[in-house]
C-alpha cells in the first residue's frame, strides 16, 4: 500500500529590487566649506599679495581663535557640513544590507525568477494506528527558470518504520516537474503549470512506490502585498509503468499556503499538503502554523529559515503523520 507520509511533490518556499536610496542635489553655485578653511577661487597663485589682501590676512590672523564664518560663496541658509551630508546606509526597508520587501515576499514564492536550492525536512514522531514508531522525510531541491519555464527537481531522503523495532533508510522516488510561466515573472501574482514526472529511484522498496509515474502540477502565488502573500500548489500523478507486484498509484495533493509578514523579514506561514490517496483510499490532511526569518547575505544571495509543526486533522489509513515538524532552508541566487 503507498504511504501518503510525503506526496511527492511539495512546496518549495522563494524578483530583486533595489531599495530606493534618497538623493540630495545641491546647487552648482553652492557648495560647503569644511571647518576651518576658507574658499579661494579665482587667484593666480603668483600674483603677489595687494595691501587689501595683507590687510584681510591680519584681521584673519587675529579671528583665528574665533568661528570661521561661512564664505561668501555659500548661501545663507547653509547648514554645517555634518547636517547636510548625505547618509552612506542604505535606505532598505531591514536597514544595512537587509533584504528588500519585494525579497521578503518573493523569498517563499516558488515561481521566484531565481536559481534555488533548497533543504527541506519533515521530521513525524507520530504515525496514525501505529504507536512507538517514527519517521522522517528530508528533501534536496534544486530549482531553475529557463526561457519561460520554472524546472524544479526533488530527491528525497527517506526513513520509515518497517516494523515495530525496525525502519529502513535510504534514497526515495525522484522527481520533477516544469512549470510554465502564465504570467509576467515580474508580476506580484505569478500563476504557472506544466508536467511532473516520478522516477523509481527508491532504495528499497519500503521507501518508494516502485512505480514510474507522470501527472501535471499547477502553481499560483500573489504577492500584491508586502504583508500577506498566499496561493496554492496543486499535482496529480499516477503510474503508467514499473514493478506489476506493486499496487498502483494515483495521488492528488494540494497545498494552500499563506504567508504573513511581521517585519524585519521574520513572517508566520502555514503550508500544510493535503494528500488523497485514490488508488487505496486513503488520505491526511494536516494544518500548521510557522514561523520563518529572510536574510540576505553580502554576496546577494537571499536565505530563507524557517521551522512549521503540523497536526493532522483528517486522516485514514495507518502510517498517515498524525503530526509533524516541517524545517527548512532555502537559497534563492540571480
Known sequence: MMRLIVPALCLTLAACSAAPIKTEVRGSSSRLVPEGLDPVEGVWEGAPPTAEERAAEARAEARRAAPVEAASSAPATALP?????????????????????????????????????????????????????????????????????????????????????????????????????????????????????????????????????????????????????????????????????????????????????????????STGIWAFDLANGNYNVPIGLGFGKVFKLESGAVLNVFVEPQMTVLSDGAGQPAFQVFFGINTQFM
Open 81 to 269: 557640513a555634518a547636517a547636510t551630508t548625505p547618509s552612506t546606509k542604505p535606505a532598505s526597508p531591514q536597514g544595512g544590507g537587509g533584504p528588500s520587501a519585494d525579497e521578503i515576499a518573493q523569498a517563499n514564492n516558488p515561481l521566484a525568477n531565481f536559481t534555488a536550492f533548497n533543504f527541506h525536512n519533515y521530521y513525524i514522531p507520530d504515525l496514525t494506528d501505529t504507536p512507538d514508531v517514527s519517521a522522517n522525510n528530508a528533501w534536496l531541491r534544486f530549482a531553475k527558470p529557463i526561457e519561460g519555464w520554472l524546472v524544479r527537481a526533488s530527491l528525497p531522503i527517506n526513513r520509515y518504520p518497517t516494523s515495530a523495532v525496525s525502519s529502513e533508510s535510504g534514497l526515495g522516488d525522484f522527481n520533477v516537474f516544469a512549470a510554465y510561466l502564465m504570467t509576467d515573472p515580474s508580476s506580484p501574482t505569478t500563476f504557472g503549470v506544466g508536467p511532473l514526472l516520478v522516477v523509481p529511484t527508491a532504495s528499497d522498496d519500503a521507501l518508494g512506490a516502485g512505480k514510474w509515474q507522470a501527472g501535471a502540477a499547477a502553481v499560483y502565488f500573489n504577492a500584491e502585498s508586502h504583508q500577506l502573500q498566499y496561493g496554492g500548489l496543486v499535482t496529480f500523478q499516477t503510474d503508467f509503468a514499473g514493478d506489476s507486484s506493486r499496487p498502483d498509484t494515483a495521488v492528488f495533493a494540494a497545498q494552500p499556503f499563506g504567508i504573513f509578514q511581521m517585519g524585519g523579514g521574520s513572517y508566520l506561514r
